[in-house]
């Protein structure tokens, strides 16, 4: 089955413990991108990846941190969490650009703190 | 950057009557414009994009506009049905499309 998938669900932690969600997709999608959703601000871009070790800053990637050292796994890293990473994070991705149609992972809700 | 406005927020109908979301965008480079689905608790789903060479683009009972002119684009939803009841968001980007900038989101409700 083709999908995108995340983890952990649910995190609950504390202020500068480092984490990281980990994201993956069986596609073969050279596009992934990680989202982050909050009330009254919709999604915000963190970064996105156009190839293996290809990154790029989205719109809000202070305090965040990615790698793609294989094509099918997105990880984010949160060096040092504050309450303020508080969210609702996505992970999605897509065959070649982000214009084709991004497939989204189930989220993951983080509370930090 | 680009900057998403999305409104309204908040948008009840009656079924069977129609809906209209609208956004503008501040950047005239931006030239991809999708929109998304998302149900409650739920992953957001693509459900129709536009492209600025186009100015209107159709998929059964959803149609999305767009004036380039005043940088504003819009989802209109036909005969609503209760399974419309979500939350809407559109989004701006630039041809390729790798760097995006969302809405606000609008929540639906689809009344029976």
């Known amino acids: 089955e083709a999908q995108v998938t995340q983890n952990p669900r649910y995190l609950i932690t504390v202020t500068g413990k480092k984490l990281t969600v980990t994201c993956s997709q069986n596609?073969?999608?050279?596009?992934m991108s990680w989202y982050r959703q909050d009330p009254g601000l919709g999604l915000r871009q963190i970064y996105y990846?156009?190839?293996?070790?290809?990154?790029d800053k989205g719109d809000v990637p202070e305090g965040y941190k990615v790698s793609r050292k294989e094509k099918r796994n997105f990880p984010l890293i949160l060096e040092s969490p504050s309450p303020n990473q508080t969210s609702l994070y996505f992970c999605?991705?897509?065959?070649?650009?982000?214009?084709?149609?991004?497939?989204f992972g189930p989220g993951t809700r983080l509370l930090v703190l | 950057g680009e900057n998403v406005e999305q409104h309204p927020s908040t948008l009840s109908v009656q079924e069977g009557d129609s809906a209209v979301i609208k956004c503008t965008y501040s950047?005239?480079?931006?030239?991809?414009f999708p929109w998304y689905k998302q149900e409650l608790g739920k992953r957001p789903q693509l459900i129709i994009d536009?492209?600025?060479?186009?100015g209107e683009k159709k998929d059964q009972r959803i149609a999305v506009t767009l004036n380039k002119t005043a940088k504003h684009f819009s989802l209109h939803i036909t005969e609503t049905q209760p399974e419309d009841s979500a939350v809407y968001f559109c989004?701006?980007?630039?041809?390729?499309?790798?760097?995006?900038?969302f809405g606000t989101g609008t929540s639906l409700t689809v009344i029976p």
């Open positions: 999605a991705s897509s065959r070649r650009q982000g214009s084709e149609t991004q497939y």
């Open positions: 596609m073969n999608h050279e596009y």
């Open positions: 990846s156009m190839n293996v070790e290809v990154t």
């Open positions: 950047d005239s480079a931006s030239n991809y």
């Open positions: 536009i492209r600025s060479n186009v």
């Open positions: 989004a701006a980007s630039i041809l390729p499309g790798n760097q995006f900038y």
